[in-house]
Every structure is written in structure tokens, then in C-alpha cells.
């Protein structure tokens, strides 16, 4: 019979067996049960991104120069990607449970939820994921206020995705507590290439488009004071040394996000929006062939 050759582990009766709690319903609802304090850190960025891209698209409605309107676009695109990067945490997609592993701090750490223990802590690995997609723009935003040319660009985002992933790889990492440092490590790197072109490339060349002084600086000041944040909250926090609980490092993103992306593109919008001489350019910027002008829709 069928049944006699099935291996002992299995069996044709319904398993009552809780899976792990790894399913994405089960974290969703976490973070508005028994995590409330986790899950504010990520609905306070919902609305905040929600509010922001409104408040943003009606701030930049007139905007008419092709060039202005670009910077706008990839300056507005920092909390679309928020919204949907918030969104993937909430609904469960972007997180999980992970083991860290022995060396941790928080190895052998459980989560207890609805009375139930279940081994690992909470990892929020899709904000590394999706850092992947929001700081590209933050840079293209600043490059083409500073007039950057694109081999400076392309540098500055390139590295910028590398450090994003490199960085999501630290997080997820759980053969050893070096191999987590060790991405951490060249995650580092590639942002000193992101701060090279921030600090000396691109001021350089904001002094001659003549952004440096009414708002470049301002810019690149929040950026690199805000950008230094991350990985600090990542070495204190619960991806390195332990020193912040889940929620608080949480939290603490969260709250670098405010100023990173919000605060960020609320202030180069509000240059934007007079479309002063620097940022502008003539009415065929753009146009994929010379002499024609793209049309205005
Ligand atoms: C990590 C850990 C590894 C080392 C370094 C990091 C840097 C992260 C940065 C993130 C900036 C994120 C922003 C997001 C806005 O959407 C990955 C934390 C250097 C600089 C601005």
C-alpha cells in the first residue's frame, strides 16, 4: 500500500503543527499586536511618505523647465520608494525571523508572540533592499543640482547600490558573526567612493554652476551628517553589537529617514520651485535628437 511507503517523518493526517512564525500574515500582524512599538517606527513612515509625495507634487506643479522638472522627479521618487519600501516591511514581505549566529550578541535570542517562543529576532532586511533604490536618487537629485557630469554621477550611484547591498548582506549573513562585519566592512568602503564624490567632487563643481552657497551645502551637510547615522545605527544596533533593541533600532532609522529623504526633498523643492538660472536649461534638454524639442506633456 501507498501509505506503508511513505517514510516514518510523514504522514497523510493534517498536521496541527504551527509553522515557525515566518509567514508574512503572522509578522504583519506582530507589528499591530504585540509589536505596536516596532510597527509605529513603520507606520509613522507610511504616513509621513504619503504625506510628503502630496505635499511634494503640488510644491513642484509649476515647475516648467525641463531641467528643474528632472531634479524635481528624482527628488519626489525618494518617498515614493519610502512609501513602498514601509509598505513591504508592514505587510510582512520585507521581514522575517533570522538565527543569528553564535558570537551574537542576540544568538539564541527568541520573539514570543501571542504566548507563543519561536527562535531569532526580528530582521527588517528590506530597508537594506530598498536603500537600494531610494539613495540613487537622492544622489541624482544633488548631482544634477551640482551640475555634476555623468561619470561623476554614474560613480556616486553605482557605489551607492554596492553599499546598499553589501549592507544588506551584512544583515542577513548568519554563517558567522565575522562574515557579517566583513560585509559591513566592504559596505564602508564603497561609501567612502558616495563621500569623495559628495565632499570634494561635487561641491567643486556647485561653485561653478553657482548651487553651492544657496543650497548645495545646506544639502550635502544634512546628507552626510544624516548618511553617517546609518551605519552607526547598524554597529550599535541589532545587526552588530546588540547595544539597541529591535524597536529602537527601528526607530532610529526611521527617524534618519525623516531627515534623509523628507526634510531633504522638501528643501530642494522649495529652491526648485522658482526655477532659478542654475538648475534650468534650454527648452530641448533632454530630446533624444538635436533641434527637437520634446513636447510638453
Ligand atoms: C550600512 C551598513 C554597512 C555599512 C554602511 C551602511 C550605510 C548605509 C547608508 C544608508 C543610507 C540610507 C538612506 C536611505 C534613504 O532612503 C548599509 C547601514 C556604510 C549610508 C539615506
Known sequence: MLLCALPAHMSLVASTA??????????????????????????????????????????????????????????IAVPVVSLLSYTGLASGLTIGLIELPAGHPLSGA???VAGETYDGVISMWGRYLTWAFSTPFILLALGLLAGSNLTKLVTA??????????????A???????????????????????????FVAWPRDAKRTGTLEPIFNTLKTLTVVTWFGYPLVWAVGVEGFGLLSVTLTSWAYSLLDVAAKYVFAYLLLRYLVAE??????AADYGASLPGITPSDD
Request: aromatic share 12%; with cysteine; net charge neutral.
Open 110 to 112: 527568541t520573539l514570543t
Open 172 to 198: 542577513v549573513t548568519t554563517s558567522s558573526v565575522w562574515f557579517r562585519w566583513w560585509w559591513f566592512l566592504l559596505s564602508s568602503a564603497c561609501f567612502l567612493v558616495v563621500l569623495y564624490v559628495l
Open 157 to 170: 550611484i553605482v557605489f551607492d547600490v554596492a553599499m546598499c547591498l553589501t549592507g544588506l548582506a551584512a
Open 276 to 281: 532659478p538660472d542654475p538648475v534650468t536649461a
Open 18 to 75: 504551527r509553522l515557525p512564525l515566518q509567514s508574512a500574515p503572522d509578522l504583519s500582524r506582530y507589528l499591530l499586536t504585540d509589536g505596536l512599538a516596532l510597527g509605529a517606527s513603520v507606520y509613522l513612515n507610511i504616513a509621513l511618505a504619503g504625506g510628503s509625495i502630496l505635499a511634494f507634487v503640488f510644491m513642484a506643479r509649476t515647475i516648467a523647465d525641463p531641467r528643474a522638472t528632472l531634479i524635481a522627479v528624482a527628488t
